[in-house]
């Protein structure tokens, strides 16, 4: 572990394993996206060696989970960007998330949340603007709403929350999502989901002190928290063209399984 990343422990610590997941998708001979900071901020900080475990026994599915979650994300928020007047994009827990860099020229503003270890972190790869600005705060203060551009309508808002919301306690994402859609109703919110199939998985993150604590049966979930569900796709479901091809049918099998097709979902909802 390098001296810049040292301070890093629990939650935030998990933010090198998609960094390293997207670097070493720019290694494969057609990437799914152009992430040159990925490879530029993993080099500077340097892996995580202990981290190792966790992300080799995971395998080749870690590294393609992240690529193929990032790109969708991408491609959510293209559209997002695409489809609104004065754009505004939230990705809350936004870790060393190079999105903007990617597909952000078009936004209005662009927001960065996460807490303070890993904003200040940020601040020594990256150089906020007036356009892309960085908010140092934990997701359940929500004090952070009042940084959001307020000069916006909160349809033209997205909200990212990408690798977030599993580490919540279940009374702590009704408490965020319930005050969100109070602030900015009708605005977007992009979320990742995890169901129980995930919870043995999830068993190495409690190793590195950031256990896994909410899960979903299905998207009825967050319908029951007052979300109104507008697209969803399970991770087995996307890109499949990007596993091995040994991978594809199976994977398109199990997908056929409510208890294996919830086991990870990307869910596009309106607050």
Do not use: C
């Not at 977030?164 to 900015?184: C, D, G, H, T, W």
């Amino acid at each position: 572990m390098s001296q810049l990343t040292a301070n890093l422990t629990g939650v935030p610590r998990t933010l090198m394993l998609p960094l390293r997941g997207r670097a070493d998708e720019q290694s494969y001979s057609r990437p799914l996206f152009q992430d040159p900071l990925a490879v530029e901020w993993l080099k500077v900080l340097g892996w995580d060696e202990e981290l190792e475990a966790l992300y080799s026994k995971l395998g080749k599915a870690a590294s393609i989970t992240v690529a193929t979650r990032t790109y969708h994300h991408d491609q959510i928020t293209s559209r997002h960007l695409a489809s609104h007047s004065r754009p505004v994009v939230v990705e809350l827990g936004a870790g060393l998330s190079s999105r903007f860099h990617r597909v952000g020229q078009n936004a209005y503003r662009w927001f960065e949340l996460d807490l303070p270890v890993v904003t200040e972190l940020r601040r020594q790869l990256d150089t906020p603007t007036e356009q892309h600005q960085f908010i140092s705060a934990s997701v359940m203060d929500f004090s952070w709403m009042d940084a959001i551009a307020n000069d916006v309508e909160p349809e033209n808002i997205l909200f990212i929350a990408e690798g977030l919301l599993m580490y919540l306690e279940p009374n702590e994402v009704k408490q965020l999502i319930n005050a969100m859609r109070s602030r900015f109703p009708g605005a977007t919110l992009d979320v990742e989901v995890l169901g129980n199939y995930m919870r043995k998985p999830g068993k190495g993150f409690s190793k590195i002190g950031a256990p896994f604590k909410w899960f979903v049966n299905n998207e009825g979930d967050l319908t029951a928290m007052g979300l109104k569900v507008i697209n969803s796709g399970s991770i087995s479901e996307l890109y499949l063209e990007r596993w091995p091809w040994q991978w594809r049918l199976p994977w398109a099998l199990l997908g056929q399984f409510p208890y294996f097709r919830n086991s990870y979902l990307i869910v596009e909802t309106k607050l």
